[in-house]
């Protein structure tokens, strides 16, 4: 185990800069995570951790945790809390900071199901729908067009563990519907205009089903090579529904059309 005193150390200054900036975690292809409960759910997932910061108590708390990141070649490093909270991007650190490689998902990957999120840009709702899409077992997410970061602080903060279980993809309008056509899943896109079927009359099998932007729905481009549209019926006053709210409750009937099968 390393012992680093000073927010100098060029191995706190790289997990900040890894924390703030987009292009150095897609430069070492690696993200952050913060938390005793999600370094846990790593642990246990036996995800890629490169390397691992944390305080004297947080070690004491997490000895058995550690002791299986030494046997297995990880970097631990020991701080005090200034050194810690110069990396972390939370107000109150909750002790441990680590590093993991960005999973790469298998070329043999062939979900029954997914869910696409076309250019969510808000942390908060793509973290919840990984979440949630990790919760109802959906198949995976694709991210379309100019998404958030999925690898930024506040979305993995947001996703908590999920990160670590719910296969993510990258592309545009045009790879995500070949991807959906060389995997047998039928494209629909979500719209609040009620021009199509409602989600609640039931889903098709084998379905890719896309949630679009918080202020423009889906994009055009992406209609264009869809099968079809739904919308969420509701009954209250309210015109729409939060992007995270939508998926939620396009996740759950897609549960229940796996579990009808």
Known sequence: MIRVTSKENPSIRRLRALNEKKKERRAAGLFVCEGEKVFREAVVASVEIVDVLLT???????????????????????????????????????????????PVVAEDFCPTDLLVCDEIRDPGNLGTIIRTADAFGCGGVYLVGDCVDVWSPKVVRSCMGSIFRVPILHGDADSCAQFCADHSLRLLVSKPRMDSFAISQGLPPH???????????????????????????????????????????????MQSARSEK
């Open 207 to 253: 379905c890719a089903i896309a949630v679009g932007n918080e202020a423009h729905g889906v994009s055009k481009e992406l209609e264009e090579f869809a099968a079809g549209s739904l919308y969420v019926d509701m009954t209250g006053g309210a015109e729409s529904l939060n992007a995270s709210v939508c998926a939620g409750v396009i996740l759950w009937h």
């Open 56 to 102: 004297d108590e947080a070690l004491e708390r997490l000895a058995e945790e550690i002791s299986v990141c030494e046997a297995a070649g990880i970097r631990v490093i020991s701080c005090d809390d200034k050194v810690l909270s110069y990396v972390s991007d939370v107000e109150n650190p909750q002790g441990v900071v680590f590093t993991v490689k960005m």
